[in-house]
């Protein structure tokens, strides 16, 4: 049982060594340089509003002005969009 335990330890530790490879790496040095920052922070991501809502037109018409930009930020009550409204008037 002795016998057993011994080599069965050998085994094990010779599993634990760990082998170091001479193997090279190609890396690319760049020289240090002074550089000013400009101040400005860049981030990629994806936004999601906290409030949506629909929107509909008391008139039918086409849409000849639009008064906002995509994302954009609005008040309730401005007007978004200037629809063509000439049939509801000469009704």
């Keep these: 049982m002795v016998w057993k335990l011994a080599a069965n330890k050998k085994t094990i ?3 634990k060594e760990v082998k170091i490879a ?3 790496i190609a890396v690319t040095v760049a ?3 002074t550089k000013t920052i ?3 922070l ?3 991501g994806t936004a999601e509003a906290n ?3 629909a ?3 008391e008139a039918m018409g086409k849409v000849t002005e639009v ?3 995509l994302g954009d930020f609005v008040r309730e009550g401005a007007v978004l969009v200037q629809v063509d409204d000439e049939l509801k008037r000469l009704n």
């Design 55 to 57: 929107i509909a037109s």
């Design 38 to 40: 400009d101040g400005s």
């Design 51 to 53: 409030r949506a809502v």
């Design 42 to 44: 860049k981030s990629v």
């Design 13 to 15: 530790d010779s599993r």
């Design 31 to 33: 020289a240090v340089e």
């Design 67 to 69: 008064h906002f930009k």
């Design 22 to 24: 001479d193997t090279e």
